[in-house]
């Protein structure tokens, strides 16, 4: 199984920029894909990026050419740089992990942008 922890959420003006980690252990050889999805009050979570296994990326309209995924292989640690930050991209985001056959979450960090 694996297990994933979060960090890097806060509070942050309109165009500031933070990083989100999340450091995965466990049986790391079976994670096809690791993405970051957020949550705002009221509404559906829904993906924000997603690296695979071979290292394709793809990101969500709405942060597309202002956040980055990537990942330290040696550190087994993904990261979400988000620049230029909108108050809409205030939510709780989650890391995610999945196999072929299943799927696990870390805990959620906030993130806050305030006007």
């Known amino acids: 199984q694996v297990q994933l922890v979060e960090s890097g959420g806060g509070l942050v003006q309109a165009g500031g920029s933070l990083r989100l980690s999340c450091a995965a252990s466990g049986s790391i050889v079976s994670i096809d894909a690791m993405g970051w999805y957020r949550q705002a009050s009221g509404k559906q979570r829904e993906s924000v990026a997603v690296i695979t296994s071979i290292g394709l990326t793809m990101y969500a309209d709405s942060v597309k050419g202002r956040f980055t995924i990537s990942r330290d292989n040696a550190k087994n640690t993904m990261y979400l740089q988000m620049n230029s930050l909108k108050p809409e991209d205030t939510a709780v985001y989650y890391c995610?992990?999945?196999?072929?056959?299943?799927?696990?979450w870390g805990q959620g960090t906030q993130v806050t942008v305030s006007s």
């Open positions: 995610n992990a999945v196999g072929r056959l299943w799927s696990t």
